[in-house]
């Protein structure tokens, strides 16, 4: 699809062999080929979304940008990271401040209203 050019041109490069380890890198990586036009979309989350999360290894609970951002903000789903990593990259290039906390304190209460730690993705007391 042409409105998931950029997203897939960025998925190309990735196979660069540094690797975001911080937040802040991951959402400077994303911004640079990122486009409003493709963020926007609604089919994003299940497509481009996924490719990001993929792409920066937010799966991998061994990797050091998962383990950053379990201990930075507290959350380890790779759905939840790669939001948080998405608006700031997006706010990023309209030129907005964006506070990851409000998007933090929203995914937790999702979580926590099923008993699930969302650091861990286990229920409390496992």
Excluded at 59 to 75: C, I, S, T
């Amino acid at each position: 699809r042409k409105d998931f050019k950029m997203l897939n041109q960025w998925i190309k490069k990735k196979k660069e062999p540094k690797e975001p380890t911080t937040f802040e890198e991951a959402v400077k990586l994303v911004a640079a080929s990122l486009t409003e036009e493709a963020a926007s979309d609604p089919r994003f989350h299940f497509s481009g979304g996924m490719q990001i999360r993929n792409s920066l290894g937010l799966w991998n609970k061994e990797g050091v940008l998962y383990k950053h951002m379990q201990e930075r903000f507290g959350l380890g789903h790779a759905d939840d990271t790669g939001m948080l990593i998405t608006n700031a990259a997006r706010a990023l290039n309209k030129g907005e401040e964006y506070n990851p906390w409000i998007d933090v304190e929203r995914c937790k209460k999702h979580w926590e209203q099923y008993g699930v730690n969302p650091a861990t993705g286990l229920l409390y007391g496992e």
